[in-house]
């Protein structure tokens, strides 16, 4: 079960969160309580174990500020939770390692996400960021054989129950495992963490990469680099 932490604006909070077993941290650059600068970004990035996924996380930017950005950083990927397009998507793609393309649940887009050219689908609430739980029968819109990141509102009490019902392929989490915005709470977070490791199927039901590995997913080894 790939597992990221969003809505990082310290270093101690991301150095926490890949100790405990974080696969990828996410720093906002989009206006939002827990908007981060660039040059802290870059700091903070540089700080970490070169196996986590750093992620910078935009809204409706111009895809030559997303590359700009996220290589003047030094992070491994982009996540556009906007309305990009699917150009739009693709042309980042090519100077970005990775990219991260979040869907609202239930948008006729999430049906052809695998048509953006992003590594991996993230599925929301209509207002990331809120905490709001949304219907998770909408993520059954998504295409199989992707790369399926659910988020919105999960928490340590509830991320078991999500994976259940949605089986994804990872789980991303902020508000959730918050003491204040942009200030996580450690016990959340290891809780969180732990509930999701424990609660990942042994076999998935969708046809997604890596589905029949146990533990932490390498995402260096399946050419997320």
Do not use: H
């Not at 909070?13 to 040059?39: C, H």
């Not at 508000?175 to 290891?190: F, I, Q, Y």
């Amino acid at each position: 079960m790939f597992i990221k932490i969003c809505g990082i604006t310290n270093a101690d909070d991301a150095l926490l969160a890949t100790a405990l077993g974080a696969d990828a941290v996410g720093f906002i650059m989009a206006p939002s309580p827990r908007q981060v600068a660039p040059p802290r970004v870059e700091e903070i990035a540089r700080r970490l174990p070169a196996d986590v996924l750093t992620v910078g996380v935009f809204k409706d930017e111009a895809p030559s500020r997303v590359i700009e950005i996220v290589n003047r950083c030094g992070l491994k990927a982009a996540q556009l939770s906007g309305r990009e397009s699917m150009e739009d998507t693709r042309l980042i793609r090519g100077s970005v390692p990775t990219v991260i393309k979040a869907f609202p649940g239930g948008s006729p887009a999430l049906s052809v996400a695998d048509r953006y050219g992003a590594d991996i689908v993230m599925v929301d609430s209509d207002t990331p960021g809120s905490g709001r739980v949304f219907d998770w029968s909408l993520a059954e819109g998504a295409p199989g054989g992707i790369r399926l990141l659910m988020a919105g509102g999960l928490t340590p009490e509830n991320v078991a129950m999500a994976i259940a019902k949605v089986r994804p392929w990872g789980v991303d989490v902020a508000t959730g495992v918050e003491l204040s915005p942009g200030r996580k709470d450690p016990a959340r977070m290891r809780a969180f963490i732990n509930a999701a490791r424990e609660a990942q199927p042994a076999r998935p039901e969708r046809d997604e990469p890596g589905a029949d590995e146990d533990g932490p997913y390498d995402w260096r080894g399946e050419g997320l680099q």
